[in-house]
């Protein structure tokens, strides 16, 4: 019997092709395709029909022969258009990953041990942690609070989406903003469709506030990579990238605060 992600790979190709035109920059399909491809294919039908799409937007990538027919220099993503609808869409081949070489910053670890301990799952680890040490306040310089997790709304022409965390804060100017969170752990892949939802999102919810969206990855040994993000004339562009460690305290050396000391004076 196929895995689970064979049958996924052998029902988005086929709704690729069934629609694809050779040269086509977008191609539109929608949720009911799941069902009908899998019946065309003799496939047992996901439970969760939208895991389909969910997995190859966020998780894993798409099928090779779905990726060579993106032109030279870009590649496939899968964007919301309406409810129950979906499209494929060329973008430039820009990936959102943790660069190697930056710097780190060590941060004492404010987690409490009872959370950490029981916290169900990467990305509810990795909000939990960057909520307890307020690495959004230390990233953005303003002072932030959590509004709300897990936002699910229905954002005109893309339908209904979901952003990891809501905060709102508010600097020593007076200036309110809204910062959308997108948080991955394990093997799940930071997106840029899930950054132009957010964007989208607080356009429509917080029209009034500044939006300045940011995703988290987990990395190795307890580091946390921040990305913040504007949204310009050209689109979406990274702003800033930063890596925190938490560690204890009594791991924040003299020779580190020095170190620290000496970025503030160049930033």
Not at 79 to 105: D, E
Not at 142 to 157: I, N, P
Not at 201 to 225: G, S, T, Y
Not at 232 to 241: H, P, Q, R
């Amino acid at each position: 019997m196929a895995t689970q992600q064979n049958r996924y790979r052998q029902i988005i190709e086929r709704i690729f092709f069934d629609y694809y035109q050779e040269g086509a920059h977008e191609v539109s399909f929608k949720r009911t395709d799941i069902e009908r491809v899998a019946g065309d294919l003799g496939i047992k039908l996901p439970k969760n029909l939208g895991d389909v799409v969910y997995s190859f937007r966020y998780r894993t990538t798409l099928p090779q022969r779905v990726r060579d027919k993106a032109p030279v220099g870009e590649v496939w993503v899968i964007r919301p258009a309406g409810r129950a609808a979906y499209k494929f869409v060329s973008i430039p081949n820009r990936p959102l990953a943790p660069k190697a070489l930056l710097a780190q910053t060590k941060v004492p670890d404010a987690t409490p041990g009872i959370v950490v301990r029981y916290a169900l799952s990467d990305e509810q680890a990795l909000l939990a942690k960057v909520r307890y040490n307020r690495l959004i306040d230390i990233f953005t310089g303003v002072t932030c609070y959590s509004l709300q997790s897990h936002l699910r709304t229905t954002v005109a022409e893309m339908g209904q989406v979901e952003t990891d965390e809501i905060y709102v804060g508010i600097d020593r100017r007076g200036v309110q903003y809204v910062f959308p969170v997108q948080a991955k752990g394990g093997t799940d892949k930071l997106n840029i469709v899930q950054i132009e939802q957010d964007f989208a999102v607080c356009a429509q919810k917080f029209p009034n506030l500044v939006c300045r969206a940011i995703a988290a990855q987990f990395m190795e040994d307890n580091v946390i990579a921040l990305f913040g993000f504007e949204l310009g004339d050209d689109g979406i562009a990274l702003a800033d990238e930063k890596h925190y460690r938490l560690v204890v305290p009594d791991e924040v050396t003299a020779e580190d605060l020095r170190t620290y000391q000496q970025r503030a004076l160049t930033d």
